[in-house]
T-cell receptor, first 114, second 114 residues
Framework: NAGVTQTPKFQVLKTGQSMTLQCAQD?????MSWYRQDPGMGLRLIHY???????DQGEVPNGYNVSRSTTEDFPLRLLSAAPSQTSVYFC?????????????FGPGTRLTVT | AQSVTQPDIHITVSEGASLELRCNYS??????LFWYVQSPGQGLQLLLK??????LVQGIKGFEAEFKRSQSSFNLRKPSVHWSDAAEYFC????????????FGAGTILRVKS
């Protein structure tokens, strides 16, 4: 199993551009989520999904969209990039929706918005 | 909303010395509690978790943590630190109906000196 994969690893955007961060898992996990990591703030939840066709907002959803058309994929879309979205983005997945299930994290995407 | 506090931003210990990383949380009921480790440029790896039962939990890489309800704490310990333990450590609490929405502390960077 490849686990949780994220592409790209690095990305530079100009303010106002849009892009999609890709996340895929091959473990047949129901639950997937996106976090952003900023220095001194730990990780903060952006959006999550408890299954295909079901998504919900986390702590910091503004400026981001998600969809879950398949169990495997959970892309994160930046509609109009802003410098405040410069961050490292992590995707995570787990087998079930219960907190008792371990969440597996991808390697991250480092995004810079100029 | 729940919150997690890691009071120490940086900790330096000598190789072979013992380690304790502090974590305090705010939550009314018994929380889902986690410790993750992040090596530079990598994703997060779960060290251990607590949901219920024995308040002393064992994890991977020789780490353990103790849940103390009276102190709202979940401190991470290791009796003898190795140079390879140098990394950033995050305490997290599971929020929401299923405990799957993680709220992270700001992290503690561990440096190991030889």
């Amino acid at each position: 199993n490849a686990g949780v994969t994220q592409t790209p690893k690095f990305q530079v955007l100009k303010t106002g551009q849009s892009m999609t961060l890709q996340c895929a898992q091959d473990m047949n996990h129901e639950y997937m989520s996106w976090y952003r990591q900023d220095p001194g703030m730990g990780l903060r939840l952006i959006h999550y999904s408890v299954g295909a066709g079901i998504t919900d907002q986390g702590e910091v959803p503004n400026g981001y969209n998600v969809s879950r058309s398949t169990t495997e994929d959970f892309p994160l879309r930046l509609l109009s990039a802003a410098p405040s979205q410069t961050s490292v983005y992590f995707c995570a997945s787990s087998y079930g929706i219960s907190g008792v299930n371990e969440q597996y994290f991808g390697p991250g995407t480092r995004l810079t918005v100029t | 909303a729940q919150s997690v506090t890691q009071p120490d931003i940086h900790i330096t210990v000598s190789e072979g010395a013992s380690l304790e990383l502090r974590c305090n949380y705010s939550y009314g009921a018994t929380p889902y509690l986690f410790w993750y480790v992040q090596s530079p440029g990598q994703g997060l790896q779960l060290l251990l978790k607590y949901f219920s039962g024995d308040t002393l939990v064992q994890g991977i890489k020789g780490f353990e943590a103790e849940f103390k309800r009276s102190q709202s704490s979940f401190n991470l310990r290791k009796p003898s630190v190795h140079w390879s333990d140098a990394a950033e450590y995050f305490c997290a609490v599971g929020e929401g109906e299923y405990g799957n929405k993680l709220v992270f502390g700001a992290g503690t960077i561990l440096r190991v000196k030889s």
